[in-house]
């Protein structure tokens, strides 16, 4: 039997699940905030950005697998605002193995929408989320 076959997360919502067992994974996020908004800062402000494209690979299907693109896109708003600039197309691709939970993911995408909206109003539009099962160590997206 492949790796590919035998690694997976927890799916569903029940209480052994992934989606309620990933706040370790949140907490780190939180923790690194202040680092990865000075890396976006910097990088925002030597970039000219059409598109921004963000890879989680490895996305499993909890709250954090969206909570860390909230906070980058948030970030990313924030500072092209600040500098007047438009906010980039801004491409997210969610990749597991084809054993994920897809569906909770599915359903986690539309509260990140919902949540993208309060914070950016019709910015949101600006994002885009796909979600591909698949190994990241072949190929799985065109770019």
């Known amino acids: 039997m ?16 992934n989606a309620q067992n990933s706040f370790l994974q949140k907490k780190v996020i939180s923790l690194t905030k202040p680092t990865i908004h000075k890396a976006i800062t910097n990088f925002c402000c ?23 693109v909230l906070e980058i896109v948030t970030i990313v708003d924030k500072v092209c605002k600040n500098m007047g600039n438009q906010l980039p197309e801004i491409q997210v691709f969610l990749n597991d193995l084809p054993g994920n939970d ?5 359903k986690s ?32 997206t065109r770019k």
């Open 2 to 17: 492949e790796v590919v076959e035998v690694l997976c997360m927890k799916g569903g919502l029940g209480d052994t699940s």
């Open 46 to 68: 030597n970039n000219f950005l059409a598109t921004l494209r963000i890879a989680d690979l490895g996305c499993s299907s909890g709250p954090s697998t969206l909570f860390d």
């Open 102 to 106: 897809f569906n909770t993911i599915s």
């Open 109 to 140: 995408v539309s509260i990140f929408r919902k949540d993208l909206e309060k914070i950016m109003g019709a910015r949101a539009e600006s994002c885009f989320v796909t979600w591909v099962p698949g190994s990241f160590y072949s190929s799985t």
